[in-house]
């Protein structure tokens, strides 16, 4: 697993000439790979050397990462180094952005993700995804939670549909609070609440992947908590990949840490390690605040 | 002094006070060591006496503008010993008087019109002085005013705000006036007219035939004032319309919104809105020249009957007309349902058009029933291409083969040519428009509420 390093010289190198300001050249760019621990051997998804670009120019570079079952896998990283791209690239949601185009291998179990023959569709029900702002649709509670079942026909009757909903309210922690009012929006529920809503709506089509960006940041640090509890709980059932500012939500939530870092992914490791004695120059700048 | 003069005189004393308010401002200003020692800004203090030279003078050069015909007219007439009892006597007296005074009286005039026409072009001058002199010392007046009350801490800022305040507001009320204005004026014809034909007639007779006798002696024609053929006609007309171009309009947002890409989209959205942009006289003409013979010539290939000129042919185009109208708006309200519901169907796994279908439209839902609301609107009060293609003739029929008729149609036949303007056939037009004007207003008012209540759930 380590034969990821880098000759320590030519990181140092790199590293040094990024924190000082000066453009790393492309050459030396190119070189960087990933240090730490980025494979697993009990890989849900599978990527290698992953490269996105928009339009001309390029978000990632020659990222290679495997995401254990039952994992979750945090991403931090600067504003704007790729972390939302490549997420979105796991249940290919960039294809709806005109002129965004993917190029490596990925992999679901072994199937490929990306390729002439694969219907998104099975895809994005197998693999899904909760977005940065709590997004309900404006309709009823009840309908926001079968929305996904229906249209992938999982249920149609009535019970069936009454035990999805119930089931996944209660995974997500909503139930309680809003079993009495099933039939009233869903966008005139709290921040929080709405977030929880999302999570439902996702696990009711019995996803194996969630993929999270940076779900909690536009919450309060109560529905904050409330839902990295839930992620916790979730990590039983599910392979998780989460985005987020917050280092100590990184902390909190997962088993390992991915640091991005101007489209390159610089290194990967137990969250532990990464936030105590991080491998490389750039992470351990990035989470002493140096820059970010 | 001409009005025109006065007022260019005027524009340039409010330049001076202007000048004058700034510079006093600046001046000052420099004295206490910047603009920041100053309550307001230079120009709010060079406004602040604009306003006070310029904007009472405007409104009393306005007001005389207005009034000094009446007055002048109310005092010779006051001046004349004998004058007529009738009021187009007085009138006629005072047109008399006028062209003398003018010089242009052809025949004798007694004593008595010379002596008035002289009072008259006496009272004229005196008030064109009168005029200049009090609008000027007005002017000057305020404006000095205002330039003496300067002081670094006058808060010529919110003075000047208030005042511009106000003025938006009166152009506001100006808008909402001329609506009322127009409705009043349409609402007493329309009474005039229920005199002569009871409303229920006019609301639910089956017979429209608005010749009337114009002599005792004429035969025949005798009026009949039933608008159910016009209403019929006019719903019709604006089904068909509505047929063609909500579904048209509606599935051209949708792909201009959501299927097509950003370079489709440049180009095709400005060629749609073109087609609003045509005249309705085209359109008309279009309709009856081309697509009624067309329409007619299909029918009897399949052995139906149908009139040259059909509900149908002018339906169909005045569709066409609203197919832009439809699909702007509901392009806006689509692009206005943010893309994060979007990014959530998909990510559940829709297709791109169970997004549209479950998520997107139902969305914008109400926006999109706002705006063809909007659009029945304006179907129901087109008129050229009815006019053009529709026909004349009062049918109560169902079948959009023959010939029908509007309200819209019927108010222009009505007005067309010359008319007496008391007697019941003129009078009807006002009764159409008002119910014209009232079913409008009702279908905007409904649209507006529906637009408005889908906003707030948004933003
Ligand atoms: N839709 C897009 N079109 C073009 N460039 C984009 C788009 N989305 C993101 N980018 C660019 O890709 C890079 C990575 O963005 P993103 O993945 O959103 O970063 P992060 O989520 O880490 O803040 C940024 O430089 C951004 O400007
Ligand atoms: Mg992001």
Redesign the interface.
């Known amino acids: 697993m380590s034969t990821m390093t880098l000759d320590a010289a030519e990181r140092t190198e790199s590293a040094r000439s990024e924190l000082t300001g000066k453009k790393v050249a492309v050459s030396q760019a190119e070189v960087r790979k990933t240090v730490g621990q980025p494979f697993s051997d009990t890989a849900k998804l599978r990527m290698r050397d992953v490269n996105v670009f928009y339009g001309e120019s390029q978000a990632i570079h020659n990222v290679s990462l495997d995401i254990g079952r039952n994992e979750v896998v945090a991403m931090i990283g600067p504003s704007g180094c790729g972390k939302s791209t490549f997420l979105r690239c796991l249940?290919r949601?960039n294809d709806?952005i005109?002129g965004c185009r993917v190029e490596g291998e990925l992999s679901l179990d072994g199937e490929p993700i990306y390729g002439a023959k694969v219907d998104?569709?099975?895809?994005?029900?197998r693999v899904?995804?909760v977005?940065q702002?709590p997004?309900?649709?404006?309709?009823t509670i009840y309908e926001n939670v079968v929305?996904?079942p229906k249209?992938?026909g999982i249920a149609s009757r009535r019970a069936d549909l009454d035990e999805i909903v119930e089931n996944s309210l209660r995974r997500a922690g909503l139930w309680n609070e809003v079993k009495d009012r099933l039939d009233k929006p869903g966008?005139g529920l709290s921040g929080g609440q709405q977030q929880r809503l999302?999570i439902a709506?996702?696990i009711a089509?019995s996803p194996e992947v969630i993929l999270m960006d940076e779900p909690c940041s536009a919450l309060d640090p109560i529905a904050t908590a409330r839902i990295e509890e839930l992620i916790d709980e979730l990590r039983e059932n599910y392979t998780i990949a989460i985005v987020t500012h917050s280092m100590q939500q990184a902390a909190r939530v997962s088993q390992r840490t991915a640091y991005f870092h101007l489209g390159h992914l610089v290194e990967v490791n137990d969250t532990e390690t990464v936030f105590t004695n991080p491998e490389h120059e750039l992470t351990e700048a990035y989470i002493t605040g140096r820059f970010g | 002094m001409q009005t025109p003069t006065l007022f260019a005189l005027l524009l340039l004393l409010i330049l001076v006070a202007y000048g004058t308010g700034f510079s006093r401002a600046l001046s000052a200003a420099r004295s206490r060591g910047g603009l920041r020692n100053l309550a307001s800004l230079p120009s709010y203090h060079g406004l602040f006496a604009a306003l006070w030279c310029g904007l009472p003078a405007l409104l009393l050069l306005g007001a005389w503008l207005i009034f000094d015909d009446a007055i002048i007219r109310f005092m010779v007439m006051h001046s004349i010993a004998d004058k007529p009892d009738t009021i187009a006597g007085q009138n006629l007296l005072y047109a008399q008087i006028q062209n003398l005074s003018a010089g242009h009286l052809i025949g004798e005039a007694s004593p008595q019109l010379q002596s008035a026409a002289e009072h008259l072009n006496q009272l004229r001058s005196n008030a064109n002085t009168l005029q200049a002199f009090l609008i000027l010392v007005l002017a000057v007046g305020l404006g000095a005013f205002a330039l003496l009350r300067f002081s670094p801490e006058l808060r010529a800022r919110e003075k000047v705000e208030k005042v511009l305040r106000v003025i938006l507001i009166t152009c506001a009320c100006a808008a909402i006036f001329t609506t009322v204005g127009i409705l009043f004026s349409v609402l007493f014809e329309s009474l005039r007219f229920f005199q002569s034909v009871p409303v229920s007639e006019f609301l639910f007779g089956l017979h429209w035939s608005p010749q009337m006798a114009l002599r005792a002696d004429q035969v025949g024609s005798s009026g009949a004032f039933g608008a159910v053929p016009l209403f019929t006609g006019t719903l019709m007309v604006s089904a068909i319309a509505m047929l063609v171009a909500v579904p048209v309009g509606l599935m051209a947002a949708i792909y201009l919104a959501e299927y097509a890409?950003?370079r489709v989209r440049n180009v095709a959205k400005p060629i749609i809105e073109i087609l609003a942009g045509v005249p309705t006289v085209v359109y008309g003409f279009f309709a009856a020249l081309t697509v009624a013979p067309f329409i007619r010539e299909l029918a009897t290939s399949v052995g139906l009957q149908a009139s040259s000129e059909s509900a149908l042919a002018a339906g169909l185009v005045m569709g066409i007309m609203i197919i832009p109208f439809v699909s702007s708006l509901s392009d806006d309200v689509i692009n206005a349902v943010?893309q994060?519901?979007?990014?959530?169907?998909?990510?559940?796994?829709?297709?791109q058009s169970?997004t549209v279908r479950?998520?997107v439209i139902?969305?914008a839902l109400p926006g999109i029933v706002g705006g063809v609301l909007l659009a029945v609107s304006r179907a129901i009060g087109e008129t050229m291409i009815v006019v053009m293609a529709a026909g004349l003739a009062a049918n109560l029929t169902a079948n959009p083969l023959e010939s029908v008729t509007t309200v819209t149609v019927q108010i222009v036949t009505l007005l067309v040519g010359d008319q007496e303007f008391d007697s019941p056939k003129t009078l009807a037009a006002f009764a159409l428009g008002l119910m014209l004007f009232i079913s409008t207003l009702v279908l905007n008012f409904i649209a507006l509420h529906v637009v408005k209540k889908y906003r707030e759930?948004y933003d």
């Open positions: 249940n949601m709806t005109e998104v569709v099975p895809l994005r029900a899904g995804m977005f702002k997004n309900p649709f404006p309709k929305y996904g249209i992938h966008t999302c709506r996702a089509v | 890409s950003k943010p994060s519901l979007r990014d959530g169907a998909l990510g559940l796994g829709s297709t169970e479950k998520v139902p969305a759930q």
